[in-house]
T-cell receptor, first 114, second 111 residues
């Protein structure tokens, strides 16, 4: 596609439920990243994928968070047993590779846990 | 831990004036820095980057300055326009595009 696409754009869920967020990167981009942005704050690195290499999961805040990516295409971020502190905007970005470092961001998914 | 922070949370300027947004970083080993602009409801947009072997880099109406001695980064916007109103983040690439972001500075441009 023309840009990074994320869905849904907004998600309201009840505490304790699981949610799945989707990211479609720019076609041909081998690197994909997930960030979390709390209200009024900067972006917190969560995880990135590069081709078939093992993903860097060092930013995932707990074992309730997981992410998958199928080849060099779609990625899903799953949050299990959501908590109120999970409320944030979850941003996905992709770049051509890990050397060409301009990362293009999607519009984000605003998650609200009630 | 490592962090990138900003001196000013908000900056108000008159249209046509120059804007300067500052950023301090703490990871002395990092060699690549990026400025992003984020408009309301949108994802961050790349503005300009600079590598540590440079002190200055210019783009269209924007200039980034890097002072490695004091670990300071700044973004200068010339002739600020209403469309420049946004939150600006500095980010530090600590490797493999793992970006550490600061809290951001909101730029408000007044007519």
């Amino acid at each position: 596609g023309a840009g990074v696409s994320q869905s849904p754009s907004n998600k309201v869920t009840e505490k304790g439920k699981d949610v799945e967020l989707r990211c479609d990167p720019i076609s041909g981009h081998t690197a994909l990243y997930w960030y979390r942005q709390r209200l009024g704050q900067g972006l917190e690195f969560l995880i990135y994928f590069q081709g078939n290499s093992a993903p860097d999961k060092s930013g995932l805040p707990s074992d309730r968070f997981s992410a998958e990516r199928t080849g060099e295409s779609v990625s899903t971020l799953t949050i299990q047993r959501t908590q109120q502190e999970d409320s944030a905007v979850y941003l996905c970005a992709s770049s051509l590779d890990l050397v060409n470092t301009e990362a293009f961001f999607g519009q984000g998914t605003r998650l609200t846990v009630v | 831990g490592e962090s990138v922070g900003l001196h000013l949370p908000t900056l108000s300027v008159q249209e046509g004036d120059n804007s300067i947004i500052n950023c301090a970083y703490s990871n002395s080993a990092s060699d690549y820095f990026i400025w992003y602009k984020q408009e309301s409801g949108k994802g961050p947009q790349f503005i300009i980057d600079i590598r540590s072997n440079m002190d200055k880099r210019q783009g269209q109406r924007v200039t980034v300055l890097l002072n490695k001695t004091v670990k300071h980064l700044s973004l200068q916007i010339a002739a600020t326009q209403p469309g420049d109103s946004a939150v600006y983040f500095c980010a530090e690439n600590i490797g493999y595009n793992k970006l550490i972001f600061g809290a951001g500075t909101r730029l408000a441009v007044h007519p």
